[in-house]
T-cell receptor, first 116, second 117 residues
């Protein structure tokens, strides 16, 4: 079982709609969660981070975390064609043995296409 | 401008050749990381370093080596032992221990695309 799983998509939504991206994780010790956006051929850029249960909003983006169900989601309101990209979910998993501060484990990414 | 730089942007390697990818940051971050990304896949951790002169293997360290002689620099060598090195290589950094417990956000450089000829 992969530690962080995402639906690879592609997810296609019309311009102006809400795009919903989901991610599940297997390690209950995961402490921090991140959403990165990656345009084709480019490096990932951070969109949101979330550490506590509930919602966190930043502009058109809302991250949701439910630790009991072990899922984290990203909602993009008023989707624009410029939002078309691959969205990577990452979880900070404590390192076994406690000898380090943990590392990020990434899902395989969800491809989002916003069509006019 | 503060940031992470990687060079070269594109790199071509012949069979049996070692190549070194450069990663430099001026963010004063303690921790640095190397990832590999294959088409249609997420990022896989190769090596990471949380302090100068110390580094740990990630999930796919075989065929790679690193050094961390300076806080700003974390070069990655792809050795001839790496049988399938063609991939997109990403370097990242994050604030060290003091802020790690509160997040661990990693910031990425622009990447190096390595192709084996």
């Amino acid at each position: 079982q992969k530690e962080v799983e995402q639906n690879s998509g592609p997810l296609s939504v019309p311009e102006g709609a809400i795009a919903s991206l989901n991610c599940t994780y297997s390690d209950r010790g995961s402490q921090s969660f991140f959403w990165y956006r990656q345009y084709s051929g480019k490096s990932p850029e951070l969109i949101m981070s979330i550490y506590s249960n509930g919602d966190k909003e930043d502009g058109r983006f809302t991250a949701q975390l439910n630790k009991a169900s072990q899922y984290v989601s990203l909602l993009i309101r008023d989707s624009q064609p410029s939002d078309s990209a691959t969205y990577l979910c990452a979880a900070r998993v404590p390192h076994a043995g406690g000898t380090s501060y943990g590392k990020l484990t990434f899902g395989q990414g969800t491809i989002l296409t916003v069509h006019p | 401008d503060g940031g992470i730089t990687q060079s070269p942007k594109y790199l071509f390697r012949k069979e049996g050749q070692n190549v070194t990818l450069s990663c430099e940051q001026n963010l004063n971050h303690d921790a640095m990381y190397w990832y590999r990304q294959d088409p249609g896949q997420g990022l896989r951790l190769i090596y990471y370093s949380q302090i100068v002169n110390d580094f740990q293997k990630g999930d796919i360290a075989e065929g790679y080596s690193v050094s961390r002689e300076k806080k700003e620099s974390f070069p990655l060598t792809v050795t001839s032992a790496q049988k399938n090195p063609t991939a997109f290589y990403l370097c990242a950094s994050s604030i060290g221990k003091a802020a790690w417990s509160r997040g661990g956000t990693q910031y990425f450089g622009p990447g190096t695309r390595l192709t084996v000829l």
